[in-house]
């Protein structure tokens, strides 16, 4: 499973940084990604980075402002959001896929998410 | 952008029955490559169908998907009271990935 953290409150414009920890297999032998949820609205791929962590895709409302990373150790994922916006607050989910492809591939394993509500 | 259109919005049905969620495509998702997942409120989603028909692992045959090109369908047969929840499909066809606004199943 994996377990996000770094959710907060923060002022339009700000920056957060979002972690992601797997347990029962390492994030290196899996394609990570993160997709979140608007209050009220369904779910949306946000960013993807490959096994070896130098290849990244992104969706277009968060291409320039998003960065997703992933640790030397390979233990965590991460998310750093800049510049951010009204609309990216969200619940924000680690999902990992067996394959990394510009048009994605399904999601086998999930997390609960973590919340960043950006204030106005 | 490949648009997923799920309908109902919200199907109303009681334990034991049999549920039938839609998906349409904006255009015909290549290779079939279309995912359903569960998701209740506070849970991980939970992947239940890969590749428009195949269960994933620890997934109960009473969930099924089916389909092609723009018209894919999962059913849900003798419903369980733990099926209650939001399901949406997704599609890893074409670029970028999409999701459907979702379906609502609820007793």
């Known amino acids: 499973q994996v377990l996000e953290s770094g959710g907060d409150l923060v002022q339009r414009g700000g920056s957060l940084r979002l972690s992601c920890e797997a347990s029962g297999f390492s994030i290196s032998t899996k394609a990570m990604n993160w997709v979140r949820q ?7 791929w946000v960013a993807s980075i490959g096994r070896t962590g130098t290849a990244t895709f992104y969706a277009d409302s968060v291409q320039g402002r998003f960065i997703i990373s992933r640790d030397k150790s390979d233990k965590t994922l991460f998310l750093q959001m800049n510049s951010l916006r009204a609309d990216d607050t969200a619940v924000y989910h680690c999902a990992s896929s067996a394959y990394f492809r510009p048009e994605g591939w399904y999601f086998d394993i999930w997390g609960r998410g973590t919340l960043v509500t950006v204030s106005s | 952008e490949l648009v997923l ?26 290779s079939n490559y279309l995912a359903w997942y569960q998701h209740k409120p506070g849970q991980a989603p939970r992947l239940l169908i890969y590749g428009a028909s195949n269960r994933a692992t620890g997934i ?7 389909g092609s090109k723009t018209d894919f369908a999962l059913s849900i047969s003798r419903l369980e009271p733990e099926d209650f929840a939001v399901y949406y499909c ?3 066809g074409s670029s970028p990935q999409t999701f459907g606004q979702g379906t609502k199943v609820e007793i």
């Open chain 1, 38 to 44: 608007a209050p009220g609205k369904g779910l949306e």
């Open chain 2, 5 to 30: 259109t799920q309908s109902p919005g919200t199907l109303s049905l009681s334990p034991g029955e049999t549920a039938t969620l839609s998906c349409r495509a904006s255009q015909s998702v290549s």
């Open chain 2, 60 to 66: 109960p045959d009473r969930f099924s998907g089916s």
């Open chain 2, 90 to 92: 997704q599609q890893y």
